[in-house]
């Protein structure tokens, strides 16, 4: 590692989905306590920080994603004191903490959405929020035809005529990132998390604060943040130009904290080009790989967008990042358990055709060893280094997501990703907390992935994660170079070098080869089975 290396170049950043991490006072909800006496298994497993999904005070219409206070904790995941608890024993551990800011919306229930709701058509307080008179002899009609991501319009009629914007939830207004207020507001917010020592922010929408200042109509079937339009056909809502002066001035926020304080985009927007715009030298540090989450299980489609990502990274000097999962999508064992790719990104249920749980659980160990084993910083999901995966038969009449209902219950969402993990196989609700609830109901083959059944226990997915991140750590490999072998899928980071085999035959290795881990056994003749990944010396 150069000199010049910070933390995030190379980091595993595990992000916690605090509602569903661990639950210390059993109410069936997990709490920041929680999650603070777990921080020792997470240094253990071999993570380098921790990302944490809003625990702000919120009325949970969007999981948290509903910020009615930002510099606050809900009551139900704890207390600020519990937070400054949280960030001392992550760094006595020494592992950093990203928390997550969401500054594309408010919670209705925010002090400023209140106020404007009490305040006249063109008052300061709407001017925070994005207020417009409707169209139609009576403004019935709302002020363009914006779809909202979770289903049904984006506007929402208020009683004194006017509409205002809401590109999530109805109880999720849009910012105006035009007012000066707004923009003042979020720099101080960073402060306030920054003083309290956290190293970086995972910042939610962040393609999405700016939008066409004509409010332009946009003749699009699907408007939703992950949607790929033609390049001429660009969204007036996502992906705006001004975005980047806003990342300029936190930009300067964060280095006056020092190098080691980071950025990272969440920010769906293609082609991957636009991506590295965020990530500039004096924008953001990281962005979310999601093409790559997104990629397809073979080889050729995985050649390219690793290619693809170093590359285009490359064009702007920024570090390249890798997920397979996260609290929006699929599990990656999920996903990989069907052999067709699928359509969708979320939200299997009872009656839906139901994943090969075998299948899925093999590729996304190879997977997961393919992606470990690249140059860059890589964020695992909680849960992920049990093999878990989603649970794809909630009963519809549980489902949270707001998703669900706005969609007039057309896309199921994505609950089945966010259901609280096991700990302990034959504890009450598999360890998540001492009592047997939870806000989610875990299936009864929890159990088996619990993590107290795999601890300790050779080849468990939970020792492989184990060993990955031990050996990428000792080999260097998030600060190493990729060399591609010229035949096969295979490459060389630094003196590991890594096989994938996607189909067909078994793979003989090198002779001499020298096998360092391998996400299943070898054949009896040594070669390598399809769906396994190897990482090995020469
Ligand atoms: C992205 C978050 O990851 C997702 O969970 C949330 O619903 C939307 N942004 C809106 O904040």
Partial sequence: MSQTSLWWHDAVIYQVYPRSFADSDGDGMGDLPGITSHLADLRELGVD??????????????AGYDVADYRNVDPRFGTLADADRMIAEAHALGLKVVVDLVPNHTSSDHVWFQAALGAAPGSPERERYIFRDGKGPDGEQPPNGWRSTFG??????????QWYLHLFDVTQPDLDWDN?????????ILRFWLDRGVHGFRVDVAHGLVKDRDLADWDYPDQGPWVV????????????????????AWREVLDSYGPDRMLVAEAWVQPVERITRYVRPDEMHQAFNFPY?????????QRAVIEQSLATNATVGAITTWVLSNHDVLRHTTRLGYREPLKQLSGIGPGD????????????????LLMLALPGSAYLYQGEELGLPDHTEIPDELRQDPTWERSGHTERGRDGCRVPIPWEADAPSYGFGPSDHSWLPQPASWAEYARDRQAGVPGSTLELYRDALRLRRSHSLGTGTLTWDSTGFAFRNGDVRVLTNFDGEPVALPVGAGVL?????????????TDVTVWFTV
């Fill in 49 to 62: 920080a921790v990302w944490l999904s809003p625990f702000y005070p919120s009325p949970q219409h969007d």
């Fill in 152 to 161: 049904g319009p984006a506007w929402t009629r208020v009683p004194d005529g």
């Fill in 180 to 188: 000066a207020e707004v923009r003042a507001e979020f720099l101080d």
């Fill in 229 to 248: 339009p033609p390049e001429d056909n660009r969204p007036p809502m996502w992906d705006q130009e001004g975005v980047h002066d806003i990342y300029r």
């Fill in 293 to 301: 989450l997104f990629a397809h299980w073979t080889a050729a489609d």
């Fill in 353 to 368: 055709p139901q994943p090969d749980a075998a299948l899925g659980l093999r590729r996304a160990r190879a997977a997961t």
């Fill in 517 to 529: 881990l391998s996400s299943e056994p070898l054949d009896g003749d040594g070669r390598v089975p």
